[in-house]
């Protein structure tokens, strides 16, 4: 039986199938790689915390500073703050075993490199408005003795000096205002509002009002020659007002019984002008 030979493909039909070919092949995509970071381990981020704190479960200002040492960062150094506010610290130089889990939970750090990691991103939480006014406020807080409703001068000097030196062109100017002031220290109101201030007045004052309904220490004007002739007005105008009601009251009954005639013909004249600076006390 003769062989059947096999017909060959023409040349169109395999330029034909090899597009066909080319165009149903699977692409082969690449794999990606595995991440080789571990993830975040809350028994490691503890084992760090107790590698400062031992057994009390609270490291206080000595552990504070190994600490800032091993993440290179100055204890004075606003990052510190940041940090304190990311852990909720409520006093300032301790760091809870609580305090610590929840805070670096947030940031993701169970080690020193991590944390250093993060330090830019610490740093760049002031340039937020948002954020900036949240540090400012805690800081209130955080740095006032727990037994006091006001913050000491000589503290809240330090704090606004390490929030707003850099920020507030006229914090020289304010700092000098509180070095020569008698305050002895400013209460949450007073606090808030220094950032208010610093924000909403010009550099050259052009939009200070000096009447203003402003509250911080700066906007007083109580040892201002402006202020103290105002008092001096109102005291002057005290003295023409009604000590009482009674007085006033007796003073009209006489003014009646010895001119009778007034009564009748200017009562309610007589009567407005008699108890005006009544009504106006």
Same mark, same amino acid.
């Given at each position: 039986?003769?062989?059947?030979?096999?017909? &060959?493909?023409?040349?169109?039909?395999?330029?034909?199938?090899?597009?066909?070919?080319? #165009?149903?092949?699977?692409?082969?995509? $690449?794999?990606?790689?595995?991440? /080789?970071?571990?993830?975040?381990?809350?028994?490691?981020?503890?084992?760090?915390?107790?590698?400062?704190?031992?057994?009390?479960?609270? #490291? $206080?200002?000595?552990?504070?500073?190994?600490?800032?040492?091993?993440?290179?960062?100055?204890?004075?150094?606003?990052?510190?703050?940041?940090?304190?506010?990311?852990?909720?610290?409520?006093?300032?130089?301790?760091? *809870?075993?609580?305090?610590?889990?929840?805070?670096?939970?947030?940031?993701?750090? %169970?080690?020193?490199?991590? &944390?250093?990691?993060?330090? %830019?991103?610490?740093? !760049?939480?002031?340039?937020?408005?948002?954020? #900036?006014?949240?540090?400012?406020?805690?800081?209130?807080?955080?740095?006032? %003795?727990?037994?006091?409703?006001?913050?000491?001068?000589?503290?809240?000097?330090?704090?606004?000096?390490?929030?707003?030196?850099?920020?507030?062109?006229?914090?020289?100017?304010?700092?000098?205002?509180?070095?020569?002031?008698?305050?002895? $220290?400013?209460?949450?109101?007073?606090? +808030?509002?220094?950032?208010?201030?610093?924000?909403?007045?010009?550099? %050259? &004052?052009?939009?200070?009002?000096?009447?203003?309904?402003?509250?911080?220490?700066?906007?007083?004007?109580?040892? /201002?020659?402006?202020?103290? *002739?105002?008092?001096?007005?109102?005291?002057?105008?005290?003295?023409?007002?009604?000590?009482?009601? /009674?007085?006033?009251?007796?003073? &009209?009954?006489?003014?009646?019984?010895?001119?009778?005639?007034?009564?009748?013909? +200017?009562?309610?004249?007589?009567?407005?002008?008699? /108890?005006?600076?009544?009504?106006? !006390?």
């Amino acid at each position: 039986m003769p062989v059947k030979k096999r017909k &060959l493909p023409d040349s169109d039909d395999q330029k034909h199938k090899c597009k066909i070919a080319s #165009f149903t092949r699977p692409q082969i995509r $690449g794999v990606k790689p595995i991440s /080789t970071e571990a993830l975040f381990s809350s028994k490691r981020c503890l084992a760090w915390f107790h590698n400062y704190a031992g057994p009390d479960k609270v #490291f $206080g200002p000595e552990a504070m500073e190994r600490f800032c040492e091993d993440i290179g960062v100055e204890p004075e150094n606003i990052i510190m703050l940041v940090l304190a506010w990311h852990l909720e610290a409520a006093n300032m130089g301790y760091f *809870t075993k609580d305090e610590w889990l929840r805070g670096m939970t947030i940031l993701q750090c %169970d080690c020193t490199d991590r &944390l250093r990691s993060k330090l %830019d991103y610490l740093r !760049s939480e002031l340039n937020d408005p948002v954020a #900036f006014r949240s540090i400012y406020r805690y800081a209130f807080d955080f740095s006032r %003795d727990k037994n006091q409703r006001s913050l000491d001068m000589d503290t809240a000097k330090s704090m606004l000096a390490l929030l707003l030196e850099r920020r507030w062109p006229l914090f020289p100017i304010f700092q000098q205002f509180l070095e020569q002031s008698k305050y002895k $220290g400013l209460n949450k109101d007073q606090w +808030y509002n220094v950032l208010e201030f610093s924000k909403t007045i010009n550099t %050259d &004052l052009s939009n200070y009002d000096e009447d203003g309904a402003c509250e911080c220490s700066y906007c007083h004007h109580h040892d /201002t020659p402006s202020y103290q *002739t105002q008092q001096r007005h109102l005291k002057g105008k005290r003295r023409f007002h009604c000590p009482s009601g /009674t007085l006033c009251l007796i003073l &009209l009954f006489c003014l009646v019984l010895i001119f009778p005639s007034m009564h009748f013909f +200017y009562p309610f004249n007589f009567f407005s002008y008699l /108890t005006f600076p009544l009504i106006a !006390s």
